[in-house]
């Protein structure tokens, strides 16, 4: 079993910047997919970024350039660095693991099998 708990946003003016943690506890983490998605008010959870045991990574094409995605096994903890943010990056931000190994896209909800509650992360104009 895989406990994920996020932590690090907040209020932000837009071009601002948030680095979002996600602590995981269980013996796992290192062999895990880790992925980012978010969910804004009355819109479906939406896809971030991932990464994988080796440290690949891949991102939703709107976020690309401005988000990066890094893990440390060693403290069993992923992060999300959010850089020029936006209004419409407004949403609540929720960490998710793969059992261990899983290959395949990791791109949506399904393929993850553990999730934090979330973090809200809010962007003022």
């Known amino acids: 079993q895989v406990q994920l708990v996020e932590s690090g946003g907040g209020l932000v003016q837009a071009g601002g910047s948030l680095r979002l943690s996600c602590a995981a506890s269980?013996?796992?983490?290192?062999?895990?997919?880790m992925g980012w998605f978010r969910q804004a008010p009355g819109k479906e959870r939406e896809f971030v970024a991932t990464?994988?045991?080796?440290?690949?990574?891949y991102y939703a094409i709107s976020m690309k350039g401005r988000f990066t995605i890094s893990r440390d096994n060693a403290e069993n903890t992923v992060y999300l660095q959010m850089i020029n943010l936006k209004p419409e990056d407004t949403a609540v931000y929720y960490c998710?693991?793969?059992?261990?190994?899983?290959?395949?896209?990791?791109?949506?909800?399904?393929?993850?099998?553990?999730w934090g509650q979330g973090t809200q992360v809010t962007v003022s104009s």
């Open positions: 990464i994988n045991w080796s440290g690949n990574t």
């Open positions: 998710a693991a793969t059992a261990p190994y899983r290959v395949g896209r990791k791109d949506y909800t399904d393929a993850y099998d553990y």
């Open positions: 269980g013996r796992t983490f290192s062999s895990a997919a």
